[in-house]
Each structure stands twice: as C-alpha cells, then as structure tokens.
Antibody, heavy 119, light 107 residues
Framework: VHLVESGGGLVKPGGSLRLSCVAS????????MNWVRQTPGGGLEWIAH????????YYLDSVKGRFTISRDYAKNSLLLQMNSLGIEDTGIYYC?????????????WGQGTLVTVSS | AIQMTQSPSSLSASVGDRITITCRAS??????LGWYQQGPGKAPKLLIY???ILERGVPSRFSGSGSGIDFTLTISSLQPEDFATYYC?????????FGQGTRVEVK
C-alpha cells in the first residue's frame, strides 16, 4: 500500500496549485481519502475528505470555496486543486487513506509534498 | 468544530519509563479517537484507533483508553524509537480535528 504526492512548490499569495497523490497496492475505489496538512509550527490540520464513490465531500471551513478535492479513478489518483492561496496555507500536504473500522482510521500516509506560499 | 486539547505539550523521559499522554474533547465523541506517532522528518503513523485498538504491527507497550471526553495514550516502557511527537485525532465528526501534539524528548 503506497501513496505518493506531487505538485507542491513555491507560489505567490493569491496563486493556485494542484496537488496529486497516486495510490498503489490497494483498490483505490474501495476507500475514502483525505488531505491533511502540517503547518510550519508543526501542528496537523485535516483539510478535506472524499468518500470512496466521491458522493460525500467535506472541507475544513478555512479552505471551503478555495480548495477542491476530487478523484481520478482511471489514474488511481487523489487531487487537490488549491486556489486563492494565502500564507496560512503553507505547509506539508499529506494524502491519507481512510479505513472504516470501528470509526475511521487514517492507516496509510504519503510522504507529503511541501507547499510554500510567499511573495 | 470539536476541539481536542492534548497534554502535556512536551515531556522529558528516559528509556524504560512509563509515560501517559492525555487528550480531552470539547464534546462527547464516544470512542472515535485515534493516536498517531510522528518521527522527525517522517509522515505520521497510526498507532491506535477506536480509542484502544492497536494497529497491526504496533508494539504492545502502546495502549489507549478512555471514552466520551477523556482519552489516554500510555507507553509502558519507553524505547529509543519512541522519542517522537504524538497526536490524537477525533473521527466522530467533521471537521476532523487533531490535538496540538506531545513531543516526547530524551531526559
């Protein structure tokens, strides 16, 4: 089971970025997926969730209307389109698999991709 | 949003020590709580889910307990590889929320 993120980089405030996460080693369409970011201060912040069939999508309030989570089943990929980026969006972005088991456990994490928003 | 208050923010301990980290939810979350370990420069790793269920492959020196609002992660005998940062995460409701983290350092 493997998740590999890409697409991070340096972007100016107000800019956009598109993150990708390629999944392998499991049936991608059977699992919900999430994006979690780690802030420069070290804290973890859940950003967005998408269900296995893409029918249920949830966002952190501070990214609602700016970020869009989606799935490309043909490419076994999780995507995060980020628009109107602010300095507060700087961080390491992790792609995370969610498994339903007496609740939901985040059992697999990618290595993360760094997003830096700076002028 | 449910707030998760984790304590302490850091602690110093020695190999072989028993340590306890607590997490308090701002409302009842039944047993929908997990614990994650993050080593320096690494992605977080799942240790415990549903308050007390050990993820496969996680050593039995890790244990979790609690219910409702108050939760605890215990390491019965600290090993060198356990010096890391630990986070709790509630999966009762959206938005999912993490505790602020507890950094376990060498005394």
């Amino acid at each position: 089971v493997h998740l590999v993120e890409s697409g991070g980089g340096l972007v100016k405030p107000g800019g956009s970025l598109r993150l990708s996460c390629v999944a392998s080693g499991f049936t991608f369409s059977d699992y919900s997926m999430n994006w979690v970011r780690q802030t420069p201060g070290g804290g973890l912040e859940w950003i967005a969730h998408i269900s296995d069939n893409s029918h249920y999508i949830y966002y952190l309030d501070s990214v609602k209307g700016r970020f869009t989570i989606s799935r490309d089943y043909a490419k076994n990929s999780l995507l995060l389109q980020m628009n109107s980026l602010g300095i507060e969006d700087t961080g390491i972005y992790y792609c995370v698999r969610g498994v339903v088991s007496f609740g939901v456990k985040f059992d697999t994490w990618g290595q993360g991709t760094l997003v830096t928003v700076s002028s | 949003a449910i707030q998760m208050t984790q304590s302490p923010s850091s602690l110093s301990a020695s190999v072989g020590d028993r340590i306890t980290i607590t997490c308090r939810a701002s409302q009842h979350i039944k047993n929908y709580l997990g614990w994650y370990q993050q080593g320096p420069g690494k992605a977080p790793k799942l240790l415990i889910y549903a308050t007390s269920i050990l993820e496969r492959g996680v050593p039995s020196r890790f244990s979790g307990s609690g219910s409702g609002i108050d939760f605890t992660l215990t390491i019965s005998s600290l090993q060198p590889e356990d010096f890391a940062t630990y986070y709790c995460l509630q999966d009762y409701d959206y938005p999912r929320t993490f505790g602020q983290g507890t950094r376990v350092e060498v005394k």
